[in-house]
């Protein structure tokens, strides 16, 4: 015969082992998460799309982490795009901060 206090027993500690580790992970999920600067996906939706590289990046997220970065600080390396949507660029370049609150400036 099986003696059933032991198999509850073990269950008891794999559950008990199993939620500290759980907890373990929820905390150094919130201690070590990194900040996502929004600003890279909302450029990149207002560039056109067409991926074409002939600003010398690799597509347009390429260029839109460059802009935001201040690796590159004029709308105009994107050829493809129209003179409204490189105006709507700057202007949330200008006026939107990103995750440290700092303003990175562009020109058309």
Same mark, same amino acid.
């Given at each position: 015969m099986?003696d059933?206090t032991?198999?509850?027993l073990?269950? #008891?500690i794999?559950a @008990?082992i !199993?939620?500290?580790?759980?907890?373990?992970?929820?905390?150094?999920? %919130?201690?070590? /998460?990194v900040?996502v600067?929004?600003?890279?996906?909302?450029?990149?939706?207002?560039l056109?799309g067409?991926?074409?590289?002939a600003?010398?990046?690799?597509g347009?997220?390429?260029? #839109?982490?460059?802009? @935001?970065? !201040?690796?590159?600080?004029?709308?105009?390396?994107c050829r493809?795009? %129209?003179?409204? /949507?490189k105006?709507?660029?700057?202007?949330?370049?200008?006026?939107?901060?990103g995750?440290?609150?700092?303003?990175?400036?562009?020109?058309?």
């Open positions: 099986m059933w032991k198999i509850v073990a269950i #008891a794999m @008990v !199993g939620g500290l580790l759980g907890l373990m992970l929820a905390v150094a999920d %919130k201690k070590l /998460a900040k600067d929004e600003r890279v996906e909302n450029v990149t939706k207002l056109p067409v991926n074409c590289g600003c010398g990046y690799p347009c997220a390429g260029l #839109a982490n460059a802009l @935001v970065g !201040g690796e590159v600080n004029k709308v105009s390396a493809v795009a %129209k003179p409204d /949507a105006e709507k660029i700057k202007e949330y370049m200008n006026s939107t901060p995750p440290d609150g700092k303003i990175t400036k562009v020109d058309l």
